[in-house]
């Protein structure tokens, strides 16, 4: 029998109830903050009662909440970190700090965001890298015109969607998205296992932009670019394929047809 905390809600419904606007409530799911429950019919996103309760129930809700989601944009970051716009550039690009999310403006270009807290908590354990000269290595980066930004943010991406779910094609399926075609294509050379592996392949992240010209320069943030790091995906990938045949193998699932 479903009691009261079981009643499950749309995400629409979730957020106004929080007192959250869709963004940042959407915000609040990404992150990990508020725990989806079971999907619904056609996949969306669906929250307990009993989870909405357990928000509110936090200290200094719902202050404390939008402060967790609280984003800014390069300029809100230098502003709060006290230092010039080029100096944080210099600090993201050289991956001092992680973006956690990105949206593409309207001359093509990615701004890259900033969880508030991330700041805060950077400035209070780097305090050398807001005054000075850059570190050696920090020169070498940037006179060999490295950008850390799109890695770091994936790693992270990646991360918060494996912590969402237990499924082993599921955590398969996350780490084959961020794989480029042809990598996709020597990792998993069974098509009917890539067919299910991208049925189940994450959406696009909150702030993913939806008009084709800005899709274009999204999409290359979500695959994986330099040598190291497309060998640790695929090295991943082929360890999550491993468990997850073999839970296939163990509960009898006929897998992919």
């Not at 080029?86 to 093509?108: D, E, K, S």
């Not at 918060?160 to 480029?180: C, H, I, Y």
């Not at 075609?181 to 890539?194: K, M, N, S, T, Y």
């Not at 189940?200 to 899709?215: D, R």
Request: charged share 30%; with cysteine; net charge positive.
């Amino acid at each position: 029998m479903q009691t009261s905390a079981d009643t499950m809600m749309g995400g629409a419904r979730a957020a106004g109830e929080l007192g959250l606007r869709r963004g940042e409530f959407a915000w609040a799911v990404q992150l990990g903050i508020v725990r989806a429950g079971p999907p619904g019919p056609a996949g969306t996103n669906r929250f307990t009662r009993k989870e909405l309760d357990r928000i509110r129930a936090g200290q200094g809700f719902p202050e404390a909440l939008r402060e967790q989601i609280r984003t800014l944009t390069a300029a809100g970051a230098a502003e709060l970190l006290a230092v010039s716009p080029g100096r944080f550039t210099r600090l993201a690009r050289c991956g001092h700090v992680t973006p956690v999310g990105y949206r593409i403006n309207r001359y093509r270009a990615v701004v890259w965001l900033y969880l508030a807290d991330d700041l805060k908590e950077f400035a209070a354990r780097r305090p050398d890298l807001l005054r000075g000269a850059a570190p050696d290595e920090d020169r070498e980066r940037l006179a060999a015109r490295e950008d850390q930004r799109p890695r770091r943010w994936r790693g992270r991406h990646v991360g918060l969607l494996l912590r969402r779910t237990a499924d082993p094609w599921e955590r398969a399926a996350v780490l084959a998205s961020v794989l480029p075609g042809e990598q996709l294509d020597e990792a998993v050379p069974d098509p009917a296992e890539r067919t299910r592996l991208a049925g189940l392949a994450p959406p696009p992240p909150h702030g993913h932009p939806h008009h084709p010209a800005a899709v274009a320069v999204a999409q290359r943030l979500l695959r994986a670019e330099q040598e190291e790091e497309i060998l640790w995906y695929r090295t991943s990938l082929d360890f999550a394929l491993t468990g997850a045949r073999a839970q296939s193998k163990t509960t009898g699932e006929r897998g992919p047809t």
